[in-house]
């Protein structure tokens, strides 16, 4: 996917944008699996862990999706 803008119905969307939504629903994913595990048992700091696992995943989509540097040499 790259740092490109993605066309949906003529209008242009950021790419963090298009990150931060898939980086949702692995959060949201992951953490129903988190939870299905602990066996409904709480987190000492639920809203903290929830955003640390929104961050990770919205990071880890960006770093999977970004198209390298070209190897042109030049900076």
């Known amino acids: 996917m790259g740092l490109h803008e993605q066309a949906?119905?003529?209008l242009l969307l950021p790419p963090l944008l298009v990150y931060v939504g898939i980086g949702l629903a692995a959060t949201?994913?992951?953490r129903a699996l988190l939870y299905r595990l602990q066996r409904?048992?709480?987190?000492w700091f639920e809203a903290w862990f929830d955003?640390?696992?929104f961050v990770l995943c919205t990071a880890a989509t960006a770093w999977l999706f970004a198209a390298p540097f070209p190897?042109?040499?030049v900076w």
Request: net charge positive; no cysteine.
């Open 8 to 10: 949906l119905g003529g």
């Open 28 to 30: 949201l994913a992951l």
């Open 40 to 43: 409904g048992r709480r987190l």
């Open 51 to 53: 955003t640390a696992l």
């Open 71 to 73: 190897a042109t040499g």
